[in-house]
């Protein structure tokens, strides 16, 4: 079993959109994603650690976050937006060539990569 901690943000919101997952120690930053909210982001987020955890080669995974709305999407809530709707169907069909794929709600100080985030713009 693999964890993976993923964390999306923009700054300002909306505005430009970007990612990082940290997977067995390393980060993985995605920038350039265009412009959107920080909900979106945080999608884009959870979509793009099941890409690393592919590309890994693994199949039994934990996606950690912080995200509270987007964590209890993914379980099944509905979404506030046909737009967040879009990012959970592409993050169910995503996770699909998994064998077994869990999210978990993290606290912020404890998202490694909401700290590889806060890093590459030198806030601590």
Same mark, same amino acid.
């Given at each position: 079993?693999?964890?993976?901690? &993923? ?31 920080? *909900?979106?982001? $945080?999608? #884009? ?10 590309? #890994?080669? $693994? ?29 959970? *169907?592409? &993050?169910?069909? *995503?996770?699909?060539? &998994? ?18 985030? $806060? ?6």
């Amino acid at each position: 079993m693999l964890k993976l901690f &993923f964390d999306g943000g923009c700054r300002p919101n909306p505005g430009p959109m970007e990612t990082a997952v940290v997977a067995r120690g390393v980060v993985h930053v995605a920038t350039g994603l265009g412009i959107g909210s920080n *909900d979106e982001a $945080e999608w #884009l987020a959870a979509r793009h650690a099941l890409a690393v955890a592919r590309d #890994l080669g $693994e199949t039994d995974i934990v996606l950690l976050g912080d995200s509270a709305r987007i964590i209890a999407q993914a379980k099944g809530a509905r979404c506030g937006s046909d737009v967040l709707r879009a990012h959970r *169907d592409a &993050f169910v069909a *995503d996770a699909a060539i &998994f064998a077994r794929v869990r999210i978990r709600r993290i606290a912020r100080a404890q998202n490694l990569a909401g700290q590889a985030l $806060e890093a590459l713009h030198g806030r601590r």
